[in-house]
């Protein structure tokens, strides 16, 4: 099974 | 204050479209180089972004940097009473809470003018790494669409394979299984139509796992261009690029499936 990943995990909040 | 006259509608129209099922709202930045914006939808997994450089505007000013919180769904409505013609004239005035847009016919005889209500939008900006991707897909915007399509009757999401060899869309589910593969060709211009081949540029073979839903969002900037260029490394977000003409992109960023 695949989990959808979230762009938080990969993208910084400055 | 901001004044861009745009010379066709229709280019603001598509990107509108392409962007508004995705985020309901967002801040328009502009300042002296452009108009951009950057949302992401609201569970965090994609990403819409676009740039319509100022010099794709004729003329274009704007005196001090701006940001125009918009409800997609109203400047939809608006862009539809725009013939795809038309040049249309955006304006915004110093502290006003109103953008507006003008229509102007290609013969000029027929003007309309359009206010739509800004609002206040705090909107969570994501610094996106400047990275170098491991591979790299340029296809043809229309087949990408159909294979998004196509491959949405099998299964919820497609695994995308990038080889030397060519890109492979793979889906699977209840019902059985599907697969379109794309070999790697040279542009071959058909006849003057201009059918876009496909090419692969790569460091690595990539393989990446994505929800069809998604990207058969992104499906709707294919009218902006003839191209798509697929971004993608193993394990991180990929990067949809649809070109507007030289005058700027609508990039969407989509984050993979991980396996558990």
């Known amino acids: 099974m695949s989990k959808q990943a979230t762009l938080s995990s990969f993208f910084a909040k400055p | ?40 939808d609201e569970s965090n997994i ?14 274009y000013r704007c005196d001090r940097n701006l940001s125009l919180g918009i409800k997609f769904a109203s400047l939809s409505k608006i862009l539809k009473c725009a013939g795809n013609d ?14 507006s847009l003008v229509f102007e016919s290609p013969n000029n005889e027929r003007i309309s003018e359009f206010d739509i209500k800004l609002l206040d939008i705090d909107s969570e900006y994501l610094s996106i790494p400047d990275q170098e ?13 159909r294979i998004c399509r196509d491959l949405m009757t099998i299964g919820a999401s497609v695994v995308i394979d990038a080889t030397k060899e060519g890109v492979k869309f793979s889906a699977t589910g209840d019902d059985g299984s599907g697969s379109v593969l794309l070999k790697q060709s040279g542009s071959i211009d058909n006849e003057g139509r201009g059918v876009v081949g496909t090419s692969v540029e790569m460091v690595e073979p990539v393989s990446l796992e994505l929800s069809l839903k998604y990207l058969n969002n992104f499906t709707k900037a294919a009218p902006l261009s003839d191209s798509v260029a697929i971004n993608m ?6 990067m949809f690029q649809f070109d507007v003409g030289d005058i700027g992109y609508i990039r969407y960023f989509l984050a993979p499936q991980i396996k558990d």
């Open chain 2, 1 to 40: 204050m901001l004044e861009a006259r745009l010379p066709q509608a229709s280019i603001l129209k598509k990107i509108v479209e392409s962007v508004k099922d995705l985020v309901s709202q967002a801040n328009f930045d502009c300042s002296d180089s452009g108009i951009s914006f950057q949302a992401m």
């Open chain 2, 46 to 59: 994609a990403l819409s972004s676009f740039l319509l450089r100022a010099d794709g505007f004729d003329p």
């Open chain 2, 233 to 238: 490394s193993n394990g991180i977000p990929v």
């Open chain 2, 86 to 99: 038309d040049v249309v004239i955006i304006r915004y005035m110093d502290d006003a809470d109103i953008l």
């Open chain 2, 133 to 145: 991707f491991e591979c790299k897909v340029k296809m043809s915007s229309s087949e990408f669409s």
